[in-house]
């Protein structure tokens, strides 16, 4: 079936140091890729989007490049705080959004 | 804002028991989805609807059932618990309005022994 894989699983780095994720999709169909922050505890969270038509988008700290020939995607956070720490999921989306396939998850844990 | 709530933060049933998962969403959303969440495999799709009354199955639909009589309740039914089934149970809608932005419940930590 259809999958997303997603690396690291776990990722530490020091505060103020950069963070990446990176993720591959396997339905050559997907076109919509998000991003959900999941904090100890708490509910997922959208933090950033990209569609298929566009290569990459950036949000103040964090952005997110797609390469859709590769089926790669990653997310990227600059200048890391310890509010960044939270398991991130990447998923991959094909149109209408109702099977969205999930990454198996990122814990990232940003020391002070 | 919109607001998923789910019926239980943690349940505890007996093996063979029948479970019932409720969510409820207040922003009149099309979507509503279940996912169960097992540390190292992230969310798994269980069943989806995009309409009162239809529903889909996702990739882990075995064992589960849903219902969708009125749009904003969305309930997954656990007709015989097994102790497999043991899990975070997350429910999340969405809107073609919203970008197809999934909005999730706080999930439900059912255990069973």
């Known amino acids: 079936g259809e999958n997303v894989e997603q690396h690291p699983s776990t990722l530490s780095v020091q505060e103020g140091d950069s963070a990446v994720i990176k993720c591959t999709y396997s339905?050559?169909?997907?076109?919509?890729f998000p991003w959900y922050k999941q904090e100890l505890g708490k509910r997922p969270q959208l933090i950033i989007d990209i569609r298929s038509n566009v290569g990459e988008k950036k949000d103040q700290r964090i952005a997110v490049t797609l390469n859709k020939t590769a089926k790669h995607f990653s997310l990227h956070i600059t200048e890391t705080q310890p509010e960044d720490s939270a398991v991130y999921f990447c998923a991959a989306s094909t149109t209408g959004g109702f099977k969205t396939i999930f990454g198996a998850g990122t814990r990232l844990f940003v020391k002070a | 804002d919109v607001k998923v709530t789910q019926s239980s933060r943690y349940l505890v049933k007996r093996t063979g028991e029948k479970v019932f998962l409720e969510c409820v969403q207040d922003?009149?959303?099309?979507?509503m989805f279940w996912y169960r969440q097992d540390p190292g495999l992230g969310l798994r799709l269980i069943y989806f609807s995009y309409d009162v009354k239809m529903k889909e199955k996702g990739d882990i639909p075995e064992g589960y059932s849903v219902s969708r009589e009125k749009k904003e309740r969305f309930s997954l039914i656990l007709e015989s618990a097994s102790t497999n089934q043991t899990s975070m149970y997350l429910c999340a809608s969405s809107s073609p309005g919203h970008l197809y932005e999934q909005y999730f419940g706080p999930g439900t930590r059912l255990t069973v022994t």
């Open positions: 922003m009149d959303h099309e979507n």
């Open positions: 339905d050559s169909a997907s076109n919509y």
